[in-house]
């Protein structure tokens, strides 16, 4: 842990993960200022130094992003991954190297990955201009959700939302080199022909553009010698996964990257949260759709790590479980 040191996208997901988790917007930060400026005017200038940290705030804040603006997109996207990976690394992991090294493993994936998709004219996302998206796990989430599980060698590993394959293929390699653990899939496919347009356009209730090409299964992206450590079972993770949890009992790690409703996303951490073993991870893709993830988390006092592409993971606690009564719902977003 010692040896990190410290240095500091796509329409709808991007305004969620650039003001992050716990930010507040800027325009709570100005109402407050208002606030305190009228206390001011009715309590005298004992509140004159609130006022002006509150100002302050809101100045630093306005220049910051007036820097980001003027900052050239690669230059802010390469900052912004060497502080992901330094938030990541430094909880996670013991040194800088060992994410290299974990990175470096699954160099070997995309080659398949691409060749794969290269077949429907399209390349793995944030790779090149793709004229059709698979709708799978960002390749740099992918590294870190890789590294992770590396890291903390899970026996009994669940996921929802399957889809080509790409994440069963990340943390199936990991399995293969850990030479440990089972991964469970669940997934409810749709497919369509890619070559007609029309059959890209988001799907109306969750707005997901994710099919398997007609002719291929779910998860045919998953090489053969990856596959003895895999179980996919095809249904609505409503209906397959109470059953499931129940014959596993308890599990090592959860990921979800299935139907990105508040309602589905709730149901399946609130379910997975009854199985997980303490201090075991939780992984959320597409967090940022709805308030579900970000709820879960601040209704449980939980942190949670950014892996990129609007992919999450939090760590359950002993007892993190709250009272049903408690659950909240509805939700603003991030
Ligand atoms: C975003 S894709 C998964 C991408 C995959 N994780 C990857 O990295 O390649 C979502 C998948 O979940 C499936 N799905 C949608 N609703 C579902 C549900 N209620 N239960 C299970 N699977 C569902 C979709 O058909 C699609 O195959």
């Given at each position: 842990?010692?040896?990190w040191?410290?240095?500091?996208?796509?329409?709808?997901?991007?305004?969620?993960?650039?003001?992050?988790?716990?930010?507040?917007?800027?325009?709570?930060?100005?109402?407050?200022?208002?606030?305190?400026?009228?206390?001011?005017?009715?309590?005298?200038?004992?509140?004159g130094?609130?006022?002006?940290?509150?100002?302050?705030?809101?100045?630093?804040?306005?220049?910051?992003?007036?820097m980001?603006?003027?900052?050239?997109?690669?230059?802010?996207?390469?900052?912004?991954?060497?502080?992901?990976?330094?938030?990541?690394?430094?909880?996670?992991?013991?040194?800088?190297?060992?994410?290299?090294?974990?990175?470096?493993?699954?160099?070997?994936?995309?080659?398949?990955?691409?060749?794969?998709?290269?077949?429907?004219?399209?390349?793995?996302?944030?790779?090149?201009?793709?004229?059709?998206?698979?709708?799978?796990?960002?390749?740099?989430?992918?590294?870190?959700?890789?590294?992770?599980?590396?890291?903390?060698?899970?026996?009994?590993?669940?996921?929802?939302?399957?889809?080509?394959?790409v994440?069963?293929?990340?943390?199936?390699?990991?399995?293969?080199?850990?030479?440990?653990g089972?991964?469970?899939?669940?997934d409810?496919?749709?497919?369509?022909?890619?070559?007609e347009?029309?059959?890209?356009?988001?799907?109306?209730?969750?707005?997901?553009?994710?099919?398997?090409?007609?002719?291929?299964?779910?998860?045919?992206?998953?090489?053969?010698?990856?596959?003895?450590?895999?179980?996919?079972?095809?249904?609505?993770?409503?209906?397959?996964?109470?059953?499931?949890?129940?014959?596993?009992g308890?599990?090592?790690?959860?990921?979800?990257?299935?139907?990105?409703?508040?309602?589905?996303?709730?149901?399946?951490?609130?379910?997975?949260?009854?199985?997980?073993?303490?201090?075991?991870?939780?992984?959320?893709?597409?967090?940022?759709?709805?308030?579900?993830?970000s709820?879960?988390?601040?209704?449980?006092?939980?942190?949670?790590?950014?892996?990129?592409?609007?992919?999450?993971?939090?760590?359950?606690?002993?007892?993190?479980?709250?009272?049903?009564?408690?659950?909240?719902?509805?939700?603003?977003?991030l």
């Open positions: 842990m010692a040896s040191s410290a240095c500091c996208c796509c329409s709808r997901r991007a305004s969620g993960y650039e003001r992050g988790f716990h930010d507040r917007p800027r325009q709570t930060v100005r109402s407050e200022a208002a606030k305190h400026s009228e206390e001011f005017d009715e309590q005298g200038p004992g509140l130094l609130l006022r002006a940290s509150e100002n302050w705030r809101y100045h630093v804040n306005t220049l910051t992003k007036a980001r603006t003027l900052t050239p997109a690669p230059i802010r996207s390469a900052t912004r991954q060497s502080r992901l990976d330094w938030a990541f690394g430094r909880h996670f992991l013991d040194d800088r190297h060992e994410l290299a090294g974990y990175r470096a493993e699954l160099e070997s994936l995309w080659p398949v990955v691409d060749a794969a998709y290269g077949r429907w004219g399209a390349r793995t996302s944030g790779v090149g201009n793709h004229p059709v998206s698979f709708a799978e796990l960002s390749p740099k989430s992918s590294e870190r959700l890789y590294a992770l599980i590396r890291k903390l060698r899970p026996g009994l590993l669940v996921e929802t939302g399957v889809c080509n394959g994440s069963s293929a990340v943390i199936l390699q990991a399995l293969h080199a850990n030479r440990f089972h991964l469970y899939s669940v409810l496919p749709q497919f369509a022909d890619p070559s347009a029309a059959h890209w356009k988001p799907e109306p209730v969750t707005g997901t553009v994710a099919v398997v090409p007609v002719g291929q299964d779910p998860g045919w992206l998953v090489p053969d010698e990856l596959r003895p450590r895999w179980e996919l079972l095809i249904g609505r993770s409503q209906e397959i996964l109470p059953p499931l949890l129940q014959r596993l308890q599990i090592d790690f959860f990921m979800h990257d299935s139907e990105h409703t508040y309602e589905c996303m709730h149901f399946e951490m609130t379910l997975a949260e009854k199985h997980l073993a303490p201090g075991a991870p939780l992984v959320v893709d597409d967090a940022n759709w709805n308030g579900a993830f709820d879960f988390v601040r209704a449980r006092g939980l942190h949670s790590w950014d892996l990129d592409g609007g992919t999450y993971v939090t760590e359950l606690s002993a007892g993190s479980e709250i009272d049903p009564g408690q659950v909240i719902v509805g939700g603003e977003g």
